[in-house]
């Protein structure tokens, strides 16, 4: 199916994209160039104007894709105008598969078809890999079985030796949400045996380059194996309808960053934070190093985890998963028990490959009571949009919603994209900030509990990103939100520091105040005598009685039945 017969495909999506990074509409700027009308073309940039044009164009797009031949057309189209580095642009490709109307599966069977057609260039097979990872995700079931076909397959294998490609191995374990592909990619095509072949292949590549003095080093990627993490699952559509809302109001924000006219730090009111003016810049140099080698090892060194976790996760050959606490303190842990984030074994790294806005936070929090200066740092594998900084344990952290840290009162963080504090949900942004972060970068995250003010540094660089907060009872804890396909690595003083703070305390220094109190209340922790176990009556007079649905007691219950001296039924 060829795309020219849906020209509106093509100009409805450039449309929303332009008016989502606020870039010139191009219709609108398509009539300036006829007319060279100045004032109306000031009138159909306001705001309002544009979001209208933006909800057209999607309208438009979602008209094209009810019918069979329109979706074929606009996934044809995709894998040629997709930008796979931009996150706005997957964010909204994902919205559009979401809230179209379910494709039959000759429908799907068709796209796949048109996609292998496209795959001729690396830009439009990644492109193409991606929009199936999403398929397969969203019609995981019979549909994802007619998207599937043995060509695919062998695309997106040797995928995994020509290009050593990323998104062919999401593609892979997407597909492997469908039980009957999953137990196809094991039988008939080994894909333990490819994965770990590929595996093999990357450690000599990486060996062969000299990784940056800035990035982990080899052994400590082979030493952090990866451990458990439950396999995606589908997208949620309320999470959609989220993430659009937010990103309405988030395009907003992209104006501190595409704007040349670059505004100075913004004062939000009756939020109990106020930024910090400080706009000279640290004369501090970082080591350079040979860029093309930096980012040919940060692809490996994402691939290498990539694969470590998906033998030993989606396509393990052993029944039972090892599961194990790391020896450290100080690590990170999901906010959601239901998270889909990928950890290594000393859960320093995570990466997030779901198209969820999904969050983590450090084990140890900082005592606010305590003063003093605390930090920690984190390695950008990736260059998408993260959040990164410090929130109390009531922030609003919920995948589900597409909330991160900074976008309530209860926490800030440095936004690696646009390279501006958020705080209370308002951006602050500074005239001599680097425009975005870039993959291999280092944020440097510094507490001051003793001046009640936050500061953050790239590359050990100050630029003037800071915040000052109002303090709180409670403890704040390192805390890391993550878009689709971002990937970090976190340093909370478990190792030397690439660009240390002077005066500034380590967050493990905290962890070992933590534990001796803990343990100090345990140990004066005094008998409960006759109170119940599970009302706390003096003296016991509770009896529970079993609901008699034909099942034993659980041992539990029997146990706190005895505890009450009452017998069971």
């Known amino acids: 199916m060829n ?9 409805s999506w450039r449309r929303v994209l332009a008016i989502a990074q606020n ?19 000031e009138q159909e940039q306001t705001t309002f104007n544009r979001m209208q044009c933006m909800n057209k164009a999607l309208q438009n797009i979602y008209t094209i894709t009810s019918q069979d031949q329109g979706y074929i057309a606009f996934m044809a189209t995709m894998a040629v105008e997709l930008k ?35 795959v001729s260039a ?51 374990e997407s597909f492997a949400l469908t039980g009957s592909l999953k137990r196809l990619l094991q039988d008939q095509f080994g894909i333990a045996r490819v994965l770990q072949h590929a595996l093999d292949i990357v450690d000599q590549n990486i060996c062969s380059l000299q990784p940056s003095p800035l990035l982990p080093t080899f052994e400590s990627i082979k030493s952090a194996a990866t451990t458990d993490s439950p396999n995606l699952t589908l997208v949620s559509i309320k999470h959609h309808i989220r993430i659009y809302q937010e990103l309405k109001s988030a395009f907003k924000s992209c104006k501190f960053k595409l704007s040349k006219k670059r505004k100075l730090f913004r004062k939000p009111q009756g939020r109990g934070y106020k930024t910090l003016c400080n706009d000279t810049q640290d004369q501090t140099t970082v080591k350079t190093h040979e860029e093309k080698d930096t980012m040919a090892f940060l692809d490996l060194r994402k691939l290498h985890f990539c694969l470590n976790w998906s033998i030993n996760n989606t396509f393990s050959t052993t029944n039972t998963k090892g599961y194990s606490l790391p020896y450290q303190q100080t690590y990170l842990q999901p906010i959601d028990p239901n998270s889909h984030c990928k950890l290594s074994m000393d859960r320093l790294e995570v990466r997030n490959d779901t198209f969820f806005f999904e969050s983590v936070r450090a084990t140890t929090g900082i005592p606010t009571k305590k003063g003093g200066k605390w930090y920690y740092e984190v390695v950008l594998l990736t260059d998408g949009i993260m959040q990164i900084g410090w ?35 308002e951006l602050h942004s500074s005239s001599s900030a680097p425009s975005e972060c870039k993959a291999g970068d280092v944020l440097g995250c510094l507490l001051d509990l003793d001046e009640n003010c936050c500061t953050f540094f790239v590359n050990g660089q100050d630029y003037g990103l800071g915040i000052v907060f109002t303090r709180s009872t ?19 003083g478990h190792q030397a520091w690439y660009h240390g703070v002077d005066g500034a305390k380590a967050v493990t220094d905290a962890a070992s105040r933590t534990a001796a109190k803990i343990k100090l209340e345990f140990t004066e922790t005094k008998d409960d005598g006759p109170l119940c176990n599970i009302c706390y009556s003096e003296p016991i007079n509770t009896k529970l009685l079993p609901l008699k649905h034909n099942w034993e007691i659980p041992a539990f219950v029997r146990h706190y039945l005895y505890e009450c001296n009452v017998q069971p039924s």
Request: proline letters at 4%; hydrophobic letters at 40%; a negative charge.
């Open 23 to 41: 870039l010139p509409d191009p219709v609108v700027a398509k009539s300036i160039l006829s007319e060279d009308n100045e004032e109306e073309y």
């Open 474 to 492: 409670m403890a704040l804890y390192p805390t890391i939100s993550l878009t689709g396909h971002q990937h970090v690595v976190a340093n909370f």
């Open 391 to 425: 929130g109390t344990k009531k922030c609003l952290l919920s995948s589900q919603d597409g909330s991160g840290i900074g976008d309530d009162a209860h926490g800030f963080a440095f936004d690696t994209h646009r390279c501006g504090v958020w705080a209370a949900g």
């Open 84 to 118: 796979h580095e931009c996150p706005i642009s997957i964010a909204f490709l994902k919205h559009v598969i979401d809230f179209s109307e379910i494709p039959t599966k000759q429908t799907l069977e068709q796209v796949t078809i048109a996609l292998l057609s496209k």
């Open 122 to 172: 690396k830009q439009t097979k990644i492109n193409a890999t991606i929009i199936w990872s999403m398929l397969a995700q969203k019609f995981a079931g019979s549909l994802a079985e007619s998207i599937w076909t043995d060509a695919l397959g062998d695309l997106l294998i040797q995928c995994l030796y020509d290009d050593s490609s990323i998104y062919s191995l999401l593609a892979i």
């Open 3 to 11: 795309s020219v017969e849906y020209p509106g495909v093509q100009l």
